[in-house]
């Protein structure tokens, strides 16, 4: 587990130097450390080294492990990164912090009415299928802008800001830099793009959040 803290330490340092080499404020990029799959025992040498901010895909396995992580580290937070079921909207709103895959008028209206019941208001995001690959979650591109308004004016949401995950065989750099217009275009602050392979790059082109996880917990053994 010793392992784990090295290579956090590492991503870390890699990720301050993007920032300094793309002139980019201290403090602007975070950290999401992808924990999906990874079970608790090997989460825990992160939170003991300091990280709060995790990624997870499921809303089961997040209910299985994460409530008694939390019970040690209240003040965690975390991201849904993984597609989500209309009808997951309700453990959605309960168990996460920030859900950054919102993508589809249906998702919107249940977790607008879950929000309201519970009185608990996740961030969210809107997930942007930059290279509109049709095995993938989230809005076309030159949707974004009617897909926001309707979640702000039907649904009364507070969009945060966007994310994506360009095709695997492509260069990233234009699909960071077309989110990045995106989200400038609509006055939203938040950008998170760039995982293990690439965040360097992402950092380059502007985003506020990276999701990382192979690069500190190691090969997962399942997607």
Not at 90 to 106: P, T
Request: hydrophobic letters at 45%; glycine letters at 6%.
């Amino acid at each position: 587990m010793s392992d784990v803290v090295d290579h956090l330490a590492q991503v870390n340092s890699a990720i301050a130097e993007a920032a300094v080499a793309a002139k980019r404020p201290a403090g602007a990029v975070t950290l999401v450390a992808v924990s999906k799959t990874f079970p608790a025992e090997a989460i825990e040498p992160a939170l003991a080294a300091g990280q709060r901010v995790f990624g997870e895909n499921y809303v089961q396995e997040t209910r299985e492990k994460w409530p008694a992580l939390r019970s040690r580290y209240p003040d965690v937070e975390l991201h849904m990164i993984g597609p989500l079921q209309s009808n997951k909207a309700k453990d959605a709103v309960q168990l996460f912090d920030v859900i950054e895959s919102l993508d589809r008028s249906s998702l919107a209206k249940e977790l607008a009415k879950e929000m309201t019941r519970q009185q608990r208001r996740p961030k969210l995001l809107v997930q942007v299928n930059t290279g509109a690959e049709p095995q993938k979650g989230g809005v076309l591109p030159e949707m974004v802008d009617a897909f926001l308004a309707e979640c702000r004016d039907l649904h009364g949401l507070a969009i945060a800001g966007l994310m994506a995950i360009p095709p695997a065989d492509e260069p990233p750099a234009p699909h960071f830099a077309l989110l990045t217009t995106i989200a400038r275009r609509n006055n939203l602050a938040v950008v998170s793009m760039g995982m293990s392979a690439d965040f360097a790059t992402a950092i380059a082109m502007g985003a506020t959040h990276v999701r990382v996880g192979s690069a500190i917990f190691g090969t997962r053994s399942k997607a």
